[in-house]
């Protein structure tokens, strides 16, 4: 059961097709090497030599630490002041581009679904895309997934 906190989003205030608009970060070199060193230190994430002889010929950042940021923006861009009850899971990641040192990634979440669960009502569960786009308007990386939601209490 939901406490009696007033959050800005609901379960009710997703609407499929709509979009939220997440804001940027610019990803640097040194971030996406430690990031690497410590969970993902594939030679084309960590060293700088050996990337310039890969198919990416420079440092690109790992596909999880892309995920990693685009979960941060949308923490900070409505799940921290959300009714979100965590997520059963995730359906479909996609690395569609390498994210490079200094790109700046522009994320956005669309809700594609929202039904309310017919067994707990206070709650339901809302299906999103979240897109992270480069400043060239390349799409980076998309993901697919769910999260449950309170429904807004009633007054």
């Avoid at 379960?11 to 979009?19: C, Q, T």
């Avoid at 690497?36 to 440092?59: N, R």
């Amino acid at each position: 059961m939901m406490t009696n906190k007033r959050f800005k989003w609901y379960f009710e205030d997703f609407i499929p097709g709509e979009s939220i608009q997440l804001g940027q970060r610019t990803v640097t070199e040194e971030e996406i090497i430690a990031f690497a060193q410590q969970f993902d230190p594939q030679t084309f994430h960590v060293d700088k030599v050996a990337a310039k002889e890969s198919i990416f010929g420079d440092v690109i950042a790992s596909g999880w630490h892309t995920c990693s940021m685009m979960m941060r923006m949308v923490v900070d861009g409505f799940i921290g002041d959300s009714s979100s009850m965590g997520s059963p899971g995730i359906d479909n990641i996609r690395w569609t581009a390498p994210v490079r040192p200094g790109d700046t990634l522009t994320v956005t979440a669309e809700t594609t679904g929202a039904k309310a669960s017919t067994s707990k009502p206070d709650r339901g569960v809302v299906n999103t895309v979240w897109k992270a786009v480069n400043q060239h308007g390349q799409v980076v990386c998309t993901i697919d997934g769910m999260g449950m939601f309170g429904r807004r209490p009633q007054d």
